[in-house]
């Protein structure tokens, strides 16, 4: 029910979750549970510029846990992959056509929604008065310099990437048609970006966010190596 891109830099109050262990500990939501952002405490600011510090951190743990396709996939084909976030450049080769593109959430339970005529519906709740929530959800094929493998790009990582969110990609552009591939998406293809990718599970790879390679600004040159220097002039042997 929470869209990402609204609450990058925010904080979340959660109240009324259970504990529980699923390869690590996690907390899970309840019917009891409530999320609310920015909540009305005295030391927000506090919260908000303190984590606003650790970003950086997190980007340099992120550019550590850089890796090749090739590494990836060894990894998987070894068992020693573990689950884990890590960065790729690459770029997407292939489209799956066969899946879709988006996806539409119940804004009241977050489950799937499905389409009637000019509108969607739940099977568990009425949404006849809100609108639905409009997730991307692109199966793809990404290739580097060493390999290629096949990838999910999750709602935050295309929206990166086509710069229009999911909703006006749908609502306001007219592309209606979750299994007809809209040009912004399709001309993604063949250009090159950094990607952060999740191992799952199952060791499927899930794509979370997705910006422009870090280029490397050339050396400025040392002019003391690379002046002309004039030529000497030419010297006559004059004998006496």
Same mark, same amino acid.
């Given at each position: ?170 609502? *306001?552009?007219?592309?209606? %048609?979750?299994?007809?591939? $809209?040009?912004? =998406?399709?001309? !993604?293809?063949?250009? @090159? /970006? ?8 199952? *060791?499927?790879?899930?794509? %979370?966010?997705?910006?422009? $390679?870090?280029? =490397?600004?050339? !050396?400025?040159?040392? @002019? /003391? ?16």
């Amino acid at each position: 029910m929470i869209q990402t891109e609204d609450i990058i830099g925010k904080v979340f109050a959660i109240t009324a979750t259970t504990v529980t262990y699923f390869n690590k500990l996690q907390l899970e939501s309840t019917t009891s549970t409530t999320i609310d952002i920015n909540p009305p405490i005295p030391d927000l600011q506090t919260y908000v510029n303190r984590f606003q510090e650790l970003v950086p951190l997190a980007e340099q743990r992120a550019s550590l846990n850089h890796i090749t396709i090739a590494d990836l996939k060894k990894k998987i084909y070894n068992k020693t992959a573990q689950q884990g976030h890590y960065t790729c450049t690459a770029t997407i080769t292939e489209i799956d056509n066969l899946r879709t593109w988006f996806y539409v959430k119940c804004p009241k339970c977050g489950k799937r929604a499905y389409p009637e005529k000019d509108r969607f519906v739940c099977l568990d709740d009425d949404i006849e008065e809100e609108e639905p929530i409009f997730m991307y959800c692109l199966n793809a094929k990404i290739t580097d310099n060493t390999d290629s493998t096949e990838v999910v790009f999750y709602n935050e990582a295309l929206n990166d990437i086509v710069k229009v969110s999911c909703r006006d990609m749908v609502i *306001n552009l007219g592309n209606r %048609n979750p299994k007809v591939f $809209p040009d912004k =998406i399709t001309s !993604a293809k063949g250009i @090159p /970006k950094l990607l952060h990718i999740a191992m799952r599970n199952d *060791n499927s790879i899930g794509v %979370n966010k997705a910006e422009n $390679p870090k280029t =490397i600004q050339p !050396a400025t040159p040392d @002019p /003391k190596k690379t002046a002309t220097k004039r030529p000497l002039p030419q010297l006559s042997v004059v004998r006496v």
